[in-house]
T-cell receptor, first 114, second 115 residues
């Protein structure tokens, strides 16, 4: 099955700086890579995703890059703000019968210091 | 807006009790999932279902079972709760694989403590 590794497990940055979280995956058949943000006590919510036919995708201050050859993808947050503080999860998905399964990374606790 | 509702946010159960965690989604999604979230381990898939009465084991099914009698409802059952099942449980749903916008949507989570 798929295995997703995520680094770092914790990350502290000063407000206004950039943050980068990296993930690697093992199954070359994976073709969908979402990122979820989970604020304290709340549900994980999708913030951005990328499909395997795209190398980079950007949405305002967040961007995701994908290197299929190396089987890794990264989340970039620019001009960080205190409200960006949360746990971020990457995931990789491959078709499994009629249901799509996501394998999640172990999460990164991002703290933005004012 | 997709809504995935978990009936219990916080539960405290005794070792050996049978525990039911209920989940309902209102988007007519085919796929439903149960995950367990533990610090440092991320989200681990327990079971998923791609149709009524259909289920498949995820990565950590031991000690759990599931039931999907209706499309909108997916229940997680702990036959005999143990302290190592103390965790946050997240239900999720998604449209069929291959459809556009096949994002997975999570419920608010159920915090289960087994004493």
């Amino acid at each position: 099955g798929e295995n997703v590794e995520q680094h770092p497990s914790t990350l502290s940055v000063q407000e206004g700086d950039s943050a980068v979280i990296k993930c690697t995956y093992s199954d070359s058949a994976s073709n969908y890579f979402p990122w979820y943000k989970q604020e304290l006590g709340k549900r994980p919510q999708l913030i951005i995703d990328i499909r395997s036919n795209v190398g980079e995708k950007k949405d305002q201050r967040i961007a995701v890059t994908l290197n299929k050859t190396a089987k890794h993808f990264s989340l970039h947050i620019t001009e960080t703000q205190p409200e960006d503080s949360a746990v971020y999860f990457c995931a990789a998905a491959y078709p499994s019968g009629s249901a799509r399964q996501l394998t999640f990374g172990s999460g990164t606790q991002l703290t933005v210091l004012p | 807006d997709v809504k995935v509702t978990q009936s219990s946010r916080y539960l405290v159960k005794r070792t050996g009790e049978k525990v039911f965690l209920e989940c309902v989604q209102d988007m007519d999604h085919e796929n439903m999932f149960w995950y367990r979230q533990d610090p440092g381990l991320g989200l681990r898939l327990i079971y998923f279902s791609y149709d009524v009465k259909m289920k498949e084991k995820g990565d950590i099914p031991e000690g759990y079972s599931v039931s999907r009698e209706k499309k909108e409802r997916f229940s997680l059952i702990l036959e005999s709760a143990s302290t190592n099942q103390t965790s946050m449980y997240l239900c999720a749903s998604s449209p069929p694989s291959g459809s556009s916008g096949n994002t997975i949507y999570f419920g608010e989570g159920s915090w289960l403590t087994v004493v």
